[in-house]
Every structure is written in C-alpha cells, then in structure tokens.
C-alpha cells in the first residue's frame, strides 16, 4: 500500500533531482575546479602590482587605434573628394558642386547622426566634462551609447577637411572619457570590487592626457595640456596615471604609422626641419614678445566675438528654431557658405584653401622664407602629389604676395572659425586655433625676414631670420592665450620635434596669457558660461577689495531645517518647501544648533512608514516617533563661519567638489552657501562688469 507524499516533500525531491541531472551533464568537474583555481592564481599573480596598470595601458592602446583609424579614413575620404573635384573637369559650375556638396553632405550626416542617437555627442566635450570633473553630475553624458556617435559624427567632420576647419582633439578627449568609464565598470566585474566617485575620478584625470596625447603624439605636453585645460586642482597621486597612460597612447600612435608604412620609425606628427646650429638671434626675442602681445590681442577678440555669437545664435529666433527642431538644416546652410568662400578658383585660392589641415601646418612650419622664392607652376597645379617641402607654394598668388594672402587669410578664416564653432556637430576647436596662430607667427617672420633680409646682426656670420620660428611661437602663444595653458609651448615642441626654439616661444605664449587671463575668460570656460553649466567661475580679480568680501554677504539666509523632535507634519512641510537632496537639523526650535542632517530619501521613508495625524484610523502605521529616533542624522565635518572669505569659500568648494556648505556661529545655524550663491557672489563682488 503506498503512502501518499505530501506536496512539499515532493516538490524538493523533483527539485534535488533536477539539480543533480544538471550536475550530472557537465564534464571533467575536478578539471574544471583546478581550471578555475589556476585563473584566481593567474590573476591573482597580474593585479598585484595594481590593476591600474592593465586598464591604464588598454585606455591609451584603445584610444589610439581609434585615432590611427580614423585619421586613415579620413585620409581615404578627403582623397575621394579630391578625385571627384578633378574628375569633372574645367567645368566651373561642376567643381563648385562638388566642392561644396560633399562636404554639406558629410557635415548633415554627421549632426543628424550623432544627435539623432544623443544629444550629447556634440561639440567639443571639454566643457562638460570640465564641468564633471568639479563635482556636478551630468545625465548620460559619460554613457558608453554617446561613444559610437561621436566616433562616426567625428569622422564625417574631419572627412569635410579644411572646408570646415575643425579639429579632433576636444572630441578625443570626450571619447577617452567614456573609455575610461567603461574600462572602470569592466574593472569592477573582473576585480569584483566597488568603484567609488574617486576611483572613476581618477581614471578619468587619465582620459584627458590620452585624449591629447594620441592626436599630437606628444604625450609630456598631453598631461600638461589636459591639467591646466581640465584641473582646477590636481592631485600629485594622480600625476603618474596620466603619464602612463599618455605614453602608451601616444608610442602605439606613432607605431601604428611605422607598421602602416608611412614613416620608417617613429618620429614627430609635424615634423619640421628648422635650422638647429643657430636658430635664432638674442635680437629676435624682442619681435617674439611682439609676437606674444599680438596673439595675446587677436586672442581677447576671438574669445569675445566668439562668446558673442555663440549666444546671438542661441537667442535669435530662426536659429534658435533651427538648432532646436532642424539642426542639419542649420549644418548645411553654414557649410554652404564657408564652402562656397573657400571654392579654389573663387577666393580659396587667396587662402591656399586646397591644403589640408596636416598641410597647413607642414607648410606654415617650412624652413624657407617664402618672400625669396619663385613658385612652380606644376607645383601649384596639384598641391597633393608634391613633396612636403613645395606646399609653400600654394600661398602663392599671381594677383597677390606672399603677405597678403597670409593678411587675407587671417582676416577670413577669424570669423569663419568663430562661425564654425556654432555648429551642432562633433569637432574640435583647438586645431584650427592652433593653425591660426601659425599663420599669424609667420606673416609677423616673414615681415622681418624682409626688413632684414641678411639678419638682424651687423658683423659677423650672417644668420638670416627663420619665419618657420615664428610659426611655431605663434602657433602656441595664440592657442595657449585662447585656452589660457602655458603647455603649448611645450605641445609645439613635442609636436613638431624642434626644441630650440623653446625658450622665445615660451616667452610669446606668457605674454599671450598675461594679456588674454586678464580680460577674457577661457574659450571652455566662455563656453560653459553661454550654455549655462553648474560651474564655478574663477575669481579673475585680484585687489584687496575682492579678499575683503566675506560669507555674510552672500549666503542664503534662509534654510528649511528640521528639529530633532519633529514629527510627521514638520518633516512633510520641509519637504514641501524645498527639494534639497539633504536637510539641516537644529536641537530645537529655541535653540537652533546644528546636530547634523538628514538625507531626503530617509524623510521620505520616515512618511511612508508613519500614519498622518488626520489619517484614518484603519491605516496600520505607527502614530508616533520624531525625527531623532527613526533617522540617521549624519554629523557636519566642515562648516563655514560668516566671515569666511570669499576665496576660502571658493577654494574649498573646488578642492572638495562641494555642493553645499552650511554656514553657523558659535555652533548656530544662521545660512548656506551653495554653488548658486557662490557663482553670483563672484560675478557681482569680485568679478563686477
């Protein structure tokens, strides 16, 4: 007779069978234990020098394939543009679409991709990330869907070439972050350990340096560059990270040259072959300050038609409506108009317009002095299928000089750059400032190459004035002064393997900066600015008058706070009134000294689990409790006193990435100071207009 089982018991008996079976069918089990052990003991043995190492080299190795890639299809694609402008022959309406239409073509593809996938993708990407780097969170910005936009949007501009003028290094910059946050979430699954705020912090300070690192191939300048671009303060731990990492990034940047042929071993993106055994003469330094003071002028004109235009832009109506609903509409029509100023055989050809980015530089950067050369004709007719050396050649005008398209140049490609900075598209913007400033240090050399065609020296071995020099210097003094960096100078060097020029060219770029710091905010800095970032600006003002502002004067006097006996209804009327992410508590209401404070998810956890005085009776929640007892109340560390001056507010704020402070005396709570109150402080005290 069989004996019933009950449910329960047979229920784990079918699971039990289950589970064996599944054991059952998987082979080797001891082989699989000891395969699974040997793989702890591997990596074991790989993380104990510290498992930075290992993503630091895969961040700087990842990023620059990526740049390697895409500058060899862009390459493809700028020769594809150039083949289909001489394919259809000498008919001037056929050229003139095909040198606009492609690049429209590519400019639209480019904005309508990338921010059809995020809005994010866009623009440079330093001014955000600068802003993320103080402490402020942005939604999404840093997501990994952001990466693959921004690669493809990238390419299709830089496909656009010198039509457009843009650059890559601001996006790389964007895209070595996202890596590095990716690379952190990977390190977590692999380690199995938590990665706190200032753990991603600290891969991201690598990100910077390998963003530039792998575009210049410079990797000392690269961490210089992305500290004083990205850092309001750095931390000296940090230092080796971005070194590491940039080295990595910049050696198999230039590796990957040697592997593709193009170079024999590995040597400078610009290279140049300035004359080394006497560069330059101790006269000249004073034409290189000029040069510093020129660039430093251009510069604060820049910044500010810049700023200027990108908020005319933002608030006129059409092209509001535009970049609001129709983003490559507004692409095309601005392409269409740069592209149609620079057509070769209209006014391009007073700009040497045909050059490529790359090939502004090496030419900019040429050892000749152009104003004692005759051009070639069948040089100029193809400008890409001559030696390096002849690129000078497309400066050459029969109408013009030497000096005037140089001076024409200048004078278009000002406000062409400040009008190519509008568009919604991923590009860089420190390129073509950079080759700008080139353009400027050359016509100022070859100015003195002609008031001093045998040198500047009266006796002695005659040492002609190099132009090429002056290209350099003014190369770093006019993009250092737009960035507000010192490191251009060294970027310069890096970048085009020439040093002996270092010391006239850092003396240009201090004066450049001594004069832009002073009147003009940064071009990322006017950037978050216009598009109104959480950010702190920097308090420009050095009189005795802006040390003298205090706490007092600014703070938020009034605070919701919360007693340490409040019930149910004090704590739903804070709630009401503020949305603040945490509230102060004070002992009571007689005495308001501040205890600590309480987060807003535990308020509203101590609401859902308390019944409401007017409630009714059937809801089983508890009737009493205070705040003091059913909530974690987190004690203050630091507090400000209200005659804390305003740049010991503003320092802590950005060493410790503070959101907000609050302000007590004698242990009495009287305000807080939040970021809001702080940038308008500093705007109206210590930075008046």
Known sequence: ?????????????????????????????????????????????????????????????????????????????????????????????????????????????????????????????????????????????????????????????????????????????????????????MRTTVTREYEDKFKQNEMLVAAQAVGVATVFGAPISGVLFSIEVMSSHFAVRDYWRGFFAATCGAFMFRLLAVFNNDQETITAVFKS??????????????????????????????????????????????????????????????????????????????????????????????????????????????????????????????????????????????????????LPLPAGYFMPIFIYGAAIGRLLGEVVALLFPQGLRSEGDLCPVIPGGYALAGAAAFSGSVTHAISTALLVCEATGHLSHVLPVILAVLVANAITQKHQPSFYDGTIIVKKLPYLPRIRSRHMASYKVVVEEFMERRVVTLVKSGGFEEVLVALDASVDAEYPVVESTGSPMLVGTVSRAQLVTFLQSHKHPQAPPGEKLATAGTLGDNCTIEPIMLQLSPWTSLHQAHHLFELLKLQRIFVTHFGELVGAVSRVELRRAIEELANPK
């Not at 193809?382 to 002849?390: A, E, I, K, W, Y």
């Open 273 to 422: 072959d300035l004359r080394i055994d006497f560069p330059f003469d101790l006269l000249e330094t004073f034409f290189f300050v000029i040069l510093g003071a020129v660039c430093g002028l251009l510069g604060c004109a820049y910044l500010f038609c810049q700023r200027w235009l990108l908020a005319a832009v933002r608030e006129n109506r059409l092209t509001a409506k535009l970049l609001a609903t129709d983003k490559p509409i507004y692409t095309v029509l601005v392409v269409l108009l740069i592209a149609s100023i620079t057509f070769p055989p209209g006014l391009g050809q007073l700009m040497a317009s045909r050059l490529t980015m790359k090939e502004y530089l090496t030419s900019l950067f040429d050892n000749l002095t152009w104003g004692t050369l005759a051009p070639n004709a069948s040089s100029v007719a193809n400008p890409h299928s001559v030696d390096p050396s002849g690129l000078w050649q497309e400066w050459c005008h029969p109408s013009a000089t030497i000096f005037g398209t140089l001076a024409f140049f200048l004078l278009m490609k000002f406000w062409m750059l400040i009008l190519a900075t509008t």
């Open 1 to 185: 007779m069989e004996h019933p089982v009950p449910e329960g018991v047979r229920g784990e008996k079918e699971e039990e069978r289950v589970l064996v079976s599944e054991q059952s069918w998987r082979p080797c089990p001891k082989a699989r234990r000891r395969l699974q052990g040997c793989l702890e003991q591997v990596k074991q043995q790989l993380f104990r020098v510290g498992e930075d190492w290992y993503f630091l080299f895969a961040l700087g190795v990842l990023m620059a394939t990526i740049s390697f890639m895409m500058d060899l299809l862009v390459s493809r694609l700028y020769k594809a543009h150039w083949w289909l402008y001489q394919e259809v022959g000498d008919i001037l309406v056929l050229k003139y679409l095909s040198w606009t239409m492609y690049p429209m073509a590519l400019a639209a593809f480019s904005t309508g991709f990338s921010q059809s996938i995020t809005p994010h993708s866009g623009g440079s990407g330093i001014p955000e990330l600068k802003t993320i780097l103080t402490g402020v969170v942005l939604e999404d910005y840093l997501a990994i869907q952001n990466f693959g936009a921004k690669v493809v949007g990238l390419t299709c501009t830089l496909a656009c070439g010198s039509t457009v003028f843009l650059g890559k290094v601001g996006p790389f910059v964007h895209l070595s972050a996202m890596a590095a946050v990716y690379l952190g979430k």
